[in-house]
C-alpha cells in the first residue's frame, strides 16, 4: 500500500519500513540502512520532527482502534455466561433511576430495572423532582405492573450544587437500602442479565469499585437522531472501549454505572459532587484514586436516539465537550486528534513533508481504512446491519466533517444548556 502512494524520484517504502523509522529508530530519518534511503526531503529543520510526532500519534490512535475490536471481539460479539455461583452469596441491589419528563421509548426503558434476572433482591427507586413531572404515572404504572418488585416513587430535591441530576438523586441515595446501587438514566435499556453480570464482576474482585456500561444509540428517526447515533456507535463507544481496556486513568460515562454506597461515602458522599456538571467522570476520578478499580461487562446500556433537529444534535455536541473541558482538560484538548478528518490530514502533510508520498492518495487511504474498521466495528457490536447502510453511512460522514467546527465552538463558549436550564 505504502508503494503505491510515493511519487516518482522516491524510494518505494512498505508500512513496516515506516513504523521502523519513526517509531522504532528515528535517529535513522537521518541515515541509509539496508540500502533504503531514510532522508526527509527537509532534513534538520523542526518540521521534521513535528511530522515524526504526528506519525507517532497516528500509529498510537490505529493501535488504539486495534485494542478496541479486540474488546470488542473478547467481550461483546457474544454475550458472557453467568457465574456458576450460589445465589444466596449474591448481594441485594438498589437501581436509582433519576426521572425528568418523559423520554423516548420510555416504558421500555424503565421496564428492563423491573426485568432483571438477577438471584437476589432488589429496589428500584424513582427519583423525581416535580410532583407534576408527567413520568410519575409511567412509574407508578409499572410499580402495579410489577407487584413483586419492591419499587417506590420519591419525590422533591436537595439543592446541594450546580447538577440537577444530583439533587434529584440525593433522596434515594439516602433511602437506599442495600450498599450496592445501580444509578442508570432514564432513557437507558439493559439486557435483562445485565444486573448478574456486573455483580459477579464485583463478587470476584473486592477492590472493583464501579462497574459501568458503554451507551449504545438505537432507532434514529431524524437526521439529527442519525448523526448521535453514528457518533455515538462508532467514535464514542469506540474510543471508550479502547481506553478502558488500557486503564491508565479513568474513563466512565454515567448512563449506567454500579458503584458501592460506602465507596462512595468515603470519597465525600454523592452530594459531594453535586458542584460539577460531569459528575459521573468526577466520581470516577475519585474512586480510581481511593484505589477502586473499574471495569465492564460485555452490556450495552442502549438508549433511543432520541434527538429530533440538527440543531439539537450540535446543542448536545457542544455542551459533552464544554462539560468536560474543565475536568479532563487534556483529554478535551486531545479529542480533535482521535477524529478521522483531523489527523488524517496531518498524517497526510507529515508523510509528504518527510517521505514525498502522494497527498491525495495517502488521505484517500487513510480515510478509508478509518471508515472500513468503523463500520465494520458497528457491524459487530450491532450485530448485524443497520437497517439501511446509506442512511447510515450518511450520518457517519456528516458526522466526522462536523466534529472539528463543533469541539472549536464548544472550547470558545462556556455556557451549557442542559434540559432547558442554563448554566455558566
Not at 511519487?7 to 518505494?12: L, P, Y
Not at 454475550?79 to 416504558?107: A, C
Request: contains cysteine; charged residues 15%; neutral net charge.
Amino acid at each position: 500500500m505504502a508503494a503505491a502512494i510515493v511519487q516518482g524520484g522516491h524510494d518505494a517504502r512498505t508500512l513496516n519500513d515506516l513504523v521502523n523509522v519513526v517509531v522504532v529508530s528515528p535517529p535513522a530519518l537521518f541515515n541509509d540502512t539496508n540500502g533504503i534511503s531514510a532522508t526527509p526531503r527537509n532534513s534538520g529543520s523542526g518540521m521534521d520532527l513535528a511530522a515524526c510526532c504526528v506519525l507517532v500519534l497516528a500509529i498510537a490512535q490505529w493501535l488504539l482502534i486495534l485494542i478496541s475490536h479486540c474488546v470488542l471481539q473478547r467481550r461483546y460479539v457474544k454475550s458472557r455466561p453467568f457465574v456458576n455461583r450460589p445465589h444466596e452469596e449474591y448481594p441485594q441491589v438498589t437501581i436509582i433511576r433519576p426521572l425528568k419528563g418523559v423520554d423516548m421509548d420510555m416504558h421500555r426503558t424503565l421496564e428492563s430495572s423491573f426485568k432483571q434476572k438477577y438471584p437476589a433482591q432488589f429496589e428500584v427507586l424513582f427519583a423525581v423532582e416535580d410532583p407534576e413531572d408527567p413520568a410519575i404515572k409511567l412509574a407508578n404504572e409499572l410499580i402495579r405492573q410489577y407487584p413483586k418488585v419492591q419499587a417506590r416513587v420519591l419525590i422533591g430535591q436537595d439543592n446541594v450544587g450546580i447538577n440537577p441530576k444530583i439533587n434529584n438523586m440525593l433522596k434515594a441515595y439516602a433511602q437506599a437500602q442495600n450498599d450496592l446501587l445501580w444509578i442508570c438514566d432514564s432513557n437507558v435499556y439493559t439486557d435483562p442479565g445485565t444486573l448478574r453480570r456486573s455483580v459477579d464482576l464485583l463478587l470476584d474482585n473486592k477492590r472493583l469499585g464501579v462497574v459501568h456500561h458503554v451507551v449504545f444509540s438505537e432507532s434514529p428517526k431524524t437526521f439529527g437522531a442519525m448523526l448521535d447515533h453514528a457518533f455515538l456507535v462508532t467514535n464514542h463507544c469506540r474510543m471508550y472501549l479502547a481506553i478502558n481496556a488500557v486503564g491508565i486513568a479513568s474513563c466512565v460515562m454515567g448512563k449506567s454505572n454500579l458503584y458501592y454506597k460506602s465507596a462512595l461515602e468515603g470519597v465525600g458522599g454523592l452530594e459531594s459532587f453535586g458542584q460539577y456538571l460531569a459528575e459521573d467522570n468526577m466520581i470516577g476520578q475519585a474512586l480510581w484514586h481511593a484505589g477502586w478499580s473499574h471495569t465492564m461487562t460485555g452490556d450495552l446500556a442502549c438508549q433511543p436516539a432520541d434527538i429530533g433537529s440538527f440543531a439539537e444534535y450540535c446543542s448536545r455536541r457542544v455542551r459533552w465537550v464544554r462539560t468536560r473541558k474543565y475536568n479532563v482538560t487534556f483529554a478535551t484538548l486531545y479529542e480533535p486528534l482521535t477524529e478521522s478528518i483531523l489527523l488524517g490530514s496531518l498524517t497526510t502533510w507529515a508523510l509528504n513533508h518527510l517521505y514525498g508520498c502522494s497527498m491525495p492518495a495517502v488521505f484517500g487511504a487513510f480515510f478509508l481504512c478509518w471508515f472500513g474498521m468503523d463500520m465494520l466495528f458497528f457491524y459487530r457490536i450491532n450485530r448485524g446491519p443497520p437497517p439501511s447502510w446509506l442512511w447510515f453511512v450518511l450520518g457517519w460522514i456528516c458526522r466526522e466533517v462536523l466534529a472539528l467546527p463543533l469541539w472549536a465552538i464548544a472550547i470558545v463558549g462556556n455556557t451549557v444548556v442542559w434540559r432547558g436550564r442554563k448554566f455558566l
